[in-house]
């Protein structure tokens, strides 16, 4: 596809239960990032891979949290035993390499009742 | 650590006319990067204009341009013939010059501008 996609668009759970939320970057792109976007916030780092790695995963807030890219492309964020102070837009980007502009996708929008 | 700072909650402004949305920001860093991003209602972040530090002259795109202080630590971006699809949060972000990963960005609150027809 030309950019990034995310799915699903949006997502409704319960408190304690498990989430996946998906990232296709760009093609070709080797970096990818998540982030989380609170009501009337700017977006906060939770993680970076580089290929399949997870360069810097320090931005995740606690255990409960957890990404993978097992063939550097697809993303996947888990998140276990949702609390509602996980609601919130979390936010993919890509980008194709070092120094390199990140594009966005149009994020998943969380929401924990 | 680094912050970004944005002052001015939200604006508003007459089609056509040209507007300046104020960033700052604090670091250590001699060498980085600057973004201004726009955030419409649907949600994708996307790029308006970026602008190494280590560049004097300031970038422009189109109708879109930077005013970029590096001792004072300022970014501002200035939107010149304000269009109706210009409304959106727009944010600053900041990215330090790293050779091994991570790159990754920290936002300010962002700005949400209202452009009135």
């Known amino acids: 596809g030309a950019g990034v996609s995310q799915t699903p668009s949006n997502k409704v759970t319960e408190k304690g239960k498990y989430v996946e939320l998906r990232c296709d970057p760009i093609?070709?792109?080797?970096?990818l990032y998540w982030y989380r976007q609170s009501l009337g916030q700017g977006p906060e780092f939770l993680i970076y891979?580089?290929?399949?790695?997870?360069?810097?995963d320090s931005g995740l807030p606690n255990d409960r949290f957890f990404a993978v890219r097992p063939e550097g492309s697809v993303s996947t964020l888990k998140i276990q035993r949702t609390e509602r102070g996980d609601s919130a837009v979390y936010l993919c980007?890509?980008?194709?390499?070092?120094?390199?502009?990140?594009?966005f996708g149009p994020g998943t929008r969380l929401l924990v009742l | 650590a680094q912050t970004v700072t944005q002052s001015q909650p939200e604006m508003s402004v007459q089609e056509a006319e040209t507007v300046t949305l104020s960033c700052t920001y604090d670091?250590?860093?001699?060498?980085?990067?600057l973004f201004w991003y726009k955030q419409p209602p649907s949600r994708q972040m996307i790029l308006v204009i970026r602008?190494?530090?280590?560049?004097?002259q300031n970038a422009t795109e189109n109708r879109f341009s930077v005013n970029f202080q590096k001792a004072a630590k300022s970014f501002s971006l200035k939107i010149s013939d304000s269009q109706l699809g210009d409304t959106a949060m727009y944010f600053c972000?900041?990215?330090?010059?790293?050779?091994?990963?991570?790159?990754?960005?920290?936002f300010g609150t962002g700005t949400r501008l209202t452009i009135i027809p």
């Open positions: 972000a900041f990215m330090k010059h790293a050779n091994f990963g991570n790159e990754k960005l920290t």
């Open positions: 670091t250590s860093e001699s060498n980085y990067y």
């Open positions: 602008q190494e530090a280590y560049k004097q």
């Open positions: 093609s070709g792109h080797t970096a």
């Open positions: 980007a890509s980008s194709a390499g070092l120094q390199e502009t990140q594009y």
């Open positions: 891979f580089q290929g399949t790695g997870a360069a810097d």
